[in-house]
């Protein structure tokens, strides 16, 4: 008889759970993303739903409690970092930067994103593109000529070699 009522107390409290509103919003794009197709394509498949204003959202994005949780990972990655808002020059060579670094240490795209999007996960590939682009970007925001990074990586290798004297 208890477990008849508990389970009742659950079902009214997830059905009124669900008229608890939730923001599902995408505001106009007021300065877009402009890299290469290659690189677009990347952040797009990976990035946009949760760092720009063109989210895709899900079904399950209107059914509390994951809806919050959705909401709330879109409005605070929007906050961090938004495609729809990226700007030029230096802003944006320092974006490059951050993005990579989050990528590099395997911050991004976030592991719960990635059980419900298994297309989003980057590739070696994908990784290199991404870790090529952020440089040319930090080198075009100093003014320099972009480094290979196979050269920068042959080259930090060369200095490793170098300091332990072989």
């Given amino acids: ?33 402009a890299g290469t197709p290659e690189v677009k394509a990347i952040l797009e498949r990976s990035c946009y739903d949760c760092h720009s204003n063109e989210t895709r959202w899900p079904w399950y994005s209107r059914v509390a409690p994951v809806s919050w949780m ?14 729809s808002q990226w700007g030029t ?8 930067r951050e993005i990579w670094e ?7 795209p976030l592991r719960s994103y990635l059980l419900a999007h298994p297309s989003a996960r980057l590739s070696q590939a994908d990784r290199d593109v991404l870790r090529n682009w952020a440089g040319n970007a930090v080198a075009a925001e100093k003014g320099q000529t972009a480094v290979s990074p196979k050269r920068e990586e042959s080259t930090e290798r060369e200095r490793h070699h170098e300091e332990r004297g072989e």
Avoid at 89 to 96: D, I, L, Q, T
Avoid at 102 to 108: A, D, N, S, W
């Fill in 89 to 96: 020059g230096a802003e944006a060579g320092e974006k490059a």
């Fill in 102 to 108: 989050e990528v590099e240490k395997g911050r991004m």
């Fill in 70 to 83: 959705v909401s709330k990972h879109v409005r605070e990655g929007r906050e961090h970092l938004n495609f």
């Fill in 1 to 33: 008889m208890v477990f008849r009522w508990l389970v009742l107390l659950l079902v009214v409290a997830f059905i009124g759970i669900q008229f608890v509103p939730v923001q599902r919003t995408n505001p106009p794009v007021t300065a877009a993303f």
